[in-house]
Nanobody, 129 residues
């Protein structure tokens, strides 16, 4: 098992909800920006930004495709971030990855996958009737 472990994926009907979680087993979690990305079939070399949260939780960014349907949060006492997703659509089907940016104490939230240093193994989300 790697440093970041995701959970919470599964099969859900269109319009349904899912809550993804990611736990960091490393140190200094509270100083790192965290993000969620997703990878869809046929785009194995691309991971698209979904949401990100700064180390203090006061700066959050969302992809336009999920804005209003997704909420990212973090619990620094539990080394955990969550992604609450609702009104899910078939096009949300993907493998979702948790990511960690080692730039400590930064207020910005990068959207490029190359700015993140650690990745989880991914969790599958399938939206289908």
């Amino acid at each position: 098992q790697g440093r970041l472990v995701e959970s919470g994926g599964g099969l859900v009907q269109p319009g349904g909800s899912l809550r993804l979680s990611c736990v960091d087993s490393g140190r200094f979690f509270s100083t790192y920006t965290m993000g969620w990305f997703r990878q869809t079939p046929g785009k194995e070399k691309e991971r698209d930004f979904v949401a990100g949260i700064s180390w203090r939780g006061d700066n959050k960014r969302y992809a336009d495709s999920v804005k209003g349907r997704v909420t990212i949060s973090r619990d620094n006492d539990k080394n955990t971030i969550t992604l609450q997703m609702s009104s899910l659509k078939p096009e949300d089907t993907a493998v979702y990855y948790c990511a960690l940016d080692l730039s400590q104490g930064q207020p910005i939230v990068p959207v490029w996958s190359g700015d993140y240093d650690y990745w989880g193994q991914g969790t599958q989300v399938t939206v289908s009737s």
